[in-house]
């Protein structure tokens, strides 16, 4: 089959595009497993900007940015960000997604942390699938675009007209080709051991673009956030948004005292790798990982009317938060860093687009600021889509040429427990703060399963591209960090 877009990725940014992409445009949109199962549908606090508030400036937004960023974002890319934010949300808000609104009409805005002003949108605390659903219900209504839902894409090729996409779907291998392609594939939290991110987060848009020539750049930035529930059971931890703290929530050490004094003038409103740095450093000082999170001071109707899948979650795990402590810890939340692109969502490879959370635009810098991601799928994803827009009225012929795949059909399956290991060695050696000894010690472990992975025939399946990409996010994390280390 033949396409003008193939999208990979159902989440914010891959649904954004296809709506943004003019109707005549043919589009094939894949998503890995069920429709909804992305981390935009996991988003709890909201997305972040300035519309229609005379409290709050894009200039303060922008200001937080940086804060939070470290001075190091991109400040072309920030600014488009920040302003035009009003656009976005302002269309989404038309597409029917539903925020919360106070008494008088006006919508309501929460504090998270690192934020100056009330300017988090919300719909309780399921913003993000709020924002999918939403989403998902108008692309589905878009006679141009082809979902493909349960489609493992296995490999993709460049051609001399664009692209050739390999797909697995109940067992049967297709063929697909497009003039462009757009990698919206979300995170790599499922390459550590415990981590917020949804089960499809490997990291494979990030290792075709790799494989493919593009740019991947600052790999080894990634986000802990601070308060994720402590089960110590299950790899997908809980999360507890920001937004908590940002509603009054208090951090206690495992003695039940506040400790975020000791260690910034913010305290629980200040960054999430501020405060997942000094829960690191209070567990060395008091011997002890555990810590808990309190709102069992605020008003209990209160906290459950705004909390309402938190508070239900929580009581599932025989915590009540309007009377109980919650006990979490850091675990692995959001990549800042992914594949490189321009201010358009363009990487370094001809018609190759990268949007979300895999793709390296610069707003984030060091740091994201709290409900910035979503918002950044929806800016950078339209962009991309206005970009083939332009450049599609300028397509010379619509020919499509096809890459051969090798399917290794009857090979061998890929050794069992290949991403259990690189899992446990990413946890011990990039966690909060690199440990740079066991990053010397894992590195050599890591491009070993790479070479094996890389050299040797498996059967092309599941298992087999996500233990490859489990190996490549390792390989460029450990990579970048070693470099840093050693300062080159």
């Known amino acids: 089959m033949n396409y003008d877009v193939i999208i990979a990725g159902g989440g914010a940014a891959g649904l954004y595009a296809a709506t943004n992409l003019p109707p005549e445009t043919k589009i094939l949109l894949l998503t890995k497993r069920e ?5 935009t549908a996991l988003a709890q606090g909201g997305i972040a900007g300035v519309y229609n508030s005379p409290e709050d400036k894009t200039s303060l937004h922008e200001n937080d940015t940086y804060i939070a960023g470290g001075f190091q974002n991109n400040h072309k890319t920030v600014h488009m960000l ?10 989404i808000i038309d597409l029917g997604v539903d925020f919360d609104k106070k008494e008088d009409g006006d919508y309501h805005r929460t504090l998270e942390g690192g934020h ?32 493909r839902e349960g489609t493992l894409l296995c490999d993709v090729k460049k051609t001399p007209t664009g692209f050739s996409a390999l797909t697995l779907h109940d067992g049967t291998y297709e063929v697909h080709n497009s003039h462009f392609f757009i990698m919206a594939t979300g995170g790599i939290g499922r ?10 987060a490997t990291g494979d848009g990030i290792m075709f673009a790799y ?10 930035l990634i986000q802990f956030h601070p308060t994720a529930f402590n089960n110590r059971h299950t790899r997908e931890c809980f999360l507890i948004s920001e937004a908590v703290r940002g509603e009054g929530a208090h951090l206690l050490n495992c003695n039940g005292e506040r400790f975020m004094q000791h260690y910034d003038d913010r305290l629980e409103l200040a960054p999430r790798d501020v405060v997942s740095n000094a829960i690191v450093l209070e567990s060395r000082r008091t011997g002890s ?5 309190d709102i069992s001071h605020e008003d209990p ?3 459950k009317n705004r909390f309402p899948m938190i508070y239900h979650n929580l009581l599932e795990q025989g915590y009540d938060m309007t009377r109980d402590r919650i006990p979490i810890y850091p675990c692995q939340h959001y990549l800042m860093g992914g594949i490189q692109v321009d201010p358009h969502s363009r990487t370094r490879v001809p018609g190759l687009y990268a949007c979300g959370e895999c793709s390296n635009t610069g707003v984030h810098g060091n740091n994201r600021l709290a409900s910035n991601s979503l918002l950044e799928a929806l800016v950078f994803s339209r962009h991309a889509a206005e970009d083939i827009a332009k450049k599609m009225q300028h397509l010379a012929e619509s020919r499509f040429e096809e890459a051969k795949f090798d399917l290794h059909e009857g090979a061998p399956t890929v050794p069992h427990g290949i991403r259990t290991q690189l899992r446990h060695i990413l946890q011990e050696s990039y966690f909060v703060k690199p440990d740079a000894q066991k990053i010397q010690e894992n590195f050599p472990k890591v491009c070993e399963i790479l070479h094996d992975l890389e050299d040797n025939v498996y059967r092309i399946d599941q298992d087999y591209v996500e233990a490859r990409s489990t190996a490549t996010i390792a390989f460029l994390i450990l990579n970048e960090a070693m470099v840093e280390e050693k300062g080159v």
């Not at 429709?35 to 981390?39: A, D, F, I, S, V």
């Not at 390459?191 to 499809?200: L, P």
């Open 35 to 39: 429709l909804l199962l992305c981390n």
């Open 116 to 147: 100056s002003r009330r300017r988090i949108f919300h719909h309780k605390d399921a913003t993000g699938r709020e924002i999918a659903e939403k989403l998902l219900a108008h692309v589905q209504t878009l006679s141009n675009v082809d979902i």
């Open 301 to 303: 109707e209160v906290v």
């Open 211 to 220: 494989n493919m020539g593009a740019m991947i750049r600052g790999l080894s």
């Open 82 to 91: 920040v302003e035009e934010a009003c656009q976005d949300i302002g269309h």
């Open 191 to 200: 390459v550590y051991e415990f981590t917020t991110n949804s089960a499809i």
């Open 289 to 293: 990982d555990e810590f808990w999170l």
